[in-house]
């Protein structure tokens, strides 16, 4: 059983950076899509970025191609989400999640993550 859990969220003016952690747990080093997600009151939860740790190959969303950059350590222990430029569309709660389903990772859809974590909260004020 995979377990997932965030830190590192926390309030930043518009402009600033902050990273996201996600520490994995359970996992038996197979080949899994890793992806971050963010909801904001209100909203459906929205892809923000995947890996796919076989080959490192990272997607992003639109919205945050050029600011946000998605990462794992070389154990594979945690994911990382570095977030930079951000700006108050930016705030929600950003999630954790992993997928055995390599083949979509680049959907970025939530229907394929079967893992989750409890989410922490980013909050960007102009």
């Known amino acids: 059983q995979v377990q997932l859990v965030e830190s590192g969220g926390g309030s930043v003016q518009a402009g600033g950076s902050l990273r996201l952690s996600c520490t994995v747990s359970?996992?038996?080093?197979?080949?899994?899509?890793m992806g971050w997600f963010r909801q904001a009151p209100g909203k459906e939860r929205e892809g923000v970025a995947a890996?796919?740790?076989?080959?490192?190959?990272?997607y992003y969303a639109d919205s945050v191609k050029g600011r946000f950059t998605i990462s794992q350590d070389n154990a594979r222990d945690t994911l990382y989400l570095e977030m930079n430029s951000l700006r108050p569309e930016d705030t929600a709660s950003y999630y954790c999640?992993?997928?055995?389903?390599?083949?979509?990772?680049?959907?970025?859809?939530?229907?394929?993550?079967?893992?989750w974590g409890q989410g922490t909260q980013v909050t960007v004020s102009s």
């Open positions: 890996l796919y740790t076989a080959t490192g190959t990272t």
């Open positions: 999640a992993a997928s055995v389903r390599g083949d979509y990772c680049s959907s970025l859809t939530t229907g394929i993550f079967a893992y």
């Open positions: 359970g996992h038996n080093y197979g080949d899994y899509c």
